[in-house]
């Protein structure tokens, strides 16, 4: 079903206005009856430049020796404050922001509307505005095409009418065009950035030795059937026609810019010129067609049984929601098709990976720098991919973390003296890969290269891997490994860990303060032992088991300690027993194994995972509230899955503070502020809801709220690739098909998507299991006769 947001009302602000993007150019569509205003982004546009990082001089080898020795033996002497203290010679500085690009105004001469309405199609990713006066009746339409790579944006109206159009530009201005048949405009990107928690320095700075900052351009052209009346203004229209361009200087991740504001103008030029030479309706046709291409992949239906679906008023749903505290199915399946449309939108082949805004951002100094944060957020703007049947959105991911290799190389060899690479907390577009200043609780932690890797390995494990993306992997993965097995410490018992080391944000009481140094955590043992694993099964895969890394990993693996339980039945998060300072903190970081990890089915971790959670309590961050939602899926706990539900459909407004989440009015959600992870990871969320094949055997609708009780849901994928079809009624299976089926993607996926994926699998429902034969090609029914689990063709 193709799902719509639609407003009888024109937007109020950025966080009620609506998104388009082809993962390179993003726009926020602000639209009333007689103004639309496109706030636009390009992908590429980060202050800053790679002499960024160490603008102010690397740290030296022998410091960072010197430091580290230190703080490790403040550790082990049980002085984490003062060990904090030392680490901060290895600090520096911050990441590069992600930055606004122009603004393009569009203003009509027109009576008063006496019936407007403004819908973000999900299905043809395409925003239109009606708008009906006395005596004329107003459209517009607007999609950002892939397959062109420009924006096109239509004005009609019944009757002549006249247009301005403005474009500007928040950042430094270089150069300006204009004619009657369009405008170009170029400018300088700032050399510098600083994220807001830095008040001490300067919030932007255009100019600085030693950094070569971006220049940026736009490039607008139309055709219309009206006069113009000078550059900028057109009078007597009924149709009007506007393709825009943008480009930068950027020629890749940490690369230094290799091209002239002329190049880039050139390009984005010849973009909009080719489209323009297009009737409209043939833009439109291959903009939508890309665009199914990916979003008709998956469906997802949901329903009450009573009515069929509509597509829901925002406004006057969320309000319903909010007022009965109850859980509408219809705004689940929306945020569902929402968090997919959104992906497809922000990280496409050939662009930049989503960031914590995913392609959209308004602000010159955005919140944490609108960058990549490791520690939960990039990686969850990525947990549904696989499972949504988009493999290739994962490719950004996977070119930034072969920069991040690269760059991260030097660190790891200068900072800790190990071999292979590191990433840290944050990053930006010039791989960024040592630790930021500031608290030790973000900032020392060396472990967000190895949760990258292992995210990726989510796209072997669902099938889509092929040869070209195997070899590419397994660089990125044995070069993890290699820094982790020489990043690793013995302890007194023989097991082996890490120091020093830290619970992602977390702190804990001592009598010196709040501190966050510990030794070998919860969440570092578990990424290692994921991560070695993850080698063994990528070497075995490739026939490399006879590598020495391998041998290295195997040894290492099996003096890992796994997870451990508290005298009091919790998850231990720090190695040891400590009193955090937030009980109720929003990471939860030390339940990493059982999402997004691979899973644990022991009874007594369940039960103490749980016990985590509960102690936690429900209400936090947007983001933070679908890691949960995945949490308590993987616990098989449909009645806490609802209480979280509630949660995340709660209005949020422009301005709020405070950890709890909700969605602002055009469904972004709230950290708040707004970040994308939340609605990136809600996809995950049902997904594991409804089926889940962690644990080698796929577990039919293990999570479903009772509040969700008639639904069918089509294309989502398993491990190790089969495609699934499922469908319920009354809260109760009625049938699942499984399919080993071969797509011809041509991406990253190759063409042999989820091939080798048929055979026997254990299906599993309500506690009662079935062993079903899924042939190549061919599909495989399983029912519910409301006692038994049966195969079509089965006795």
Known sequence: MARSLTYSRPSDGWLDS?????????????????????????GTAWSGSTGSEHR??????????????????????????????????LQSRYSQAYLPFADLTITVASAAATDFSRTLSLGDATHSVIATSAGNDLRYDTFISAPDGVLVHRVRSTTPIRLTLDLRTPLRETSRSASPGGTAIGFDLPSDVAPGHEPDEPALTWDLPGIDPLSGVVVAGWRHDGRASGDARVDGVTELVLVLATETTFS???????????????LAAKRVDAALASPFEDLLDRHIGAHRALYDRVSLSLSLGAASE???????????????????????????????????????????????????????????????????????????????????????????????????????????????????????????????????????????G?????????????????????????????????????????DESGN?????????????????????????SALDRALLADLFSTVEDLAARLDRLDLPIVAEVLAARSRIAGPRITPSGEIEEWGTVLDETDPQHRHVSHLYPLYPGRGTRAPALEAAASRSLDRRGDDSTGWSLVWKLCLRARLRQPDRVADL??????????????????????????????????????PAAVCEMLLQSHSGEISLLPALPVDLPEGTATGLRVRPGLL????????????????????????????????GAAGEYRVVYRGTDIVVSVLPGERATVTWDGIVLRAAGAP
Do not use: K
Not at 252 to 266: F, H, I, K, P, V
Not at 399 to 413: S, Y
Not at 496 to 520: C, I, M, Q, Y
Not at 740 to 752: E, H, M, P
């Open 450 to 490: 190895i949760w990258l890797v292992l995210q990726l390995d989510e796209h072997r494990r669902f099938g889509a891997a092929d040869d070209r993306w195997l070899a590419r992997f397994w660089d990125v993965a044995t070069g993890a490994a290699a820094f982790a097995l020489d990043w690793l410490v013995e």
């Open 252 to 266: 890749g991740l940490a690369t230094r810019a290799g091209s002239t504001q002329a190049d880039a103008m050139r």
């Open 645 to 682: 539900l509630r949660l995340v459909f709660r209005p949020s407004t422009e301005g709020a503070t405070g950890h709890a989440g909700g969605l602002y009015r055009n469904f972004f959600a709230a950290h708040p502020p707004f970040q994308i992870d939340g609605n990136l990871g809600f």
């Open 496 to 520: 082996l860990g890490t120091r020093p080391s830290t619970s992602p944000e977390n702190r804990f009481s001592t009598p010196d303060g709040p501190a966050s140094l510990v030794s070998a």
């Open 310 to 448: 509509v597509s829901p008023d925002p406004d006057v749903r969320l309000g319903e929601v909010a007022a009965d505290g109850g859980i509408d199915p219809g705004l689940v399946a929306l945020l569902f098709d929402y968090g997919r449309y959104l992906l497809i939108s922000s990280s496409r082949p050939g662009g930049l990976p989503a960031t914590l805004q995913g392609l959209w951002n308004n602000e010159l100094q955005p919140p944490w720098s609108s960058n990549y944060t490791l520690n939960i957020n990039t990686g969850m703007n990525y947990w549904a991919a696989e499972a949504l049947q988009l493999p290739e959105c994962h490719e950004p991911l996977l070119d930034l973390v072969e920069a991040l290799a690269a760059a991260g190389a030097d660190t790891a060899r200068r900072l800790y003296s190990c071999r292979g690479w590191v990433a840290h907390h944050n990053t930006d577009a010039w791989a960024f890969s040592s630790p930021t200043s500031g608290d030790a609780s973000w900032s020392q932690w060396p472990m967000g």
């Open 56 to 89: 102010r001089g690397a740290v030296t080898a022998q410091d960072a020796a010197a430091a580290l020795a230190a703080a490790r033996a403040r550790i082990a002497e049980g002085r984490p404050v003062d060990a904090e203290r030392e680490l901060r010679v």
């Open 724 to 755: 699934v079809d499922v469908s319920w009624s009354a809260g109760t299976l009625v049938s699942a098909t499984l399919a080993s089926a071969i797509r011809d993607s041509g991406t990253l996926a190759s063409a042999t998507l989820a091939a």
């Open 18 to 42: 609506l998104p388009l993007g082809n993962g390179h150019l993003g726009a926020m569509v602000e639209a009333g009856p007689e103004t639309v205003h496109l706030h636009l982004n390009d």
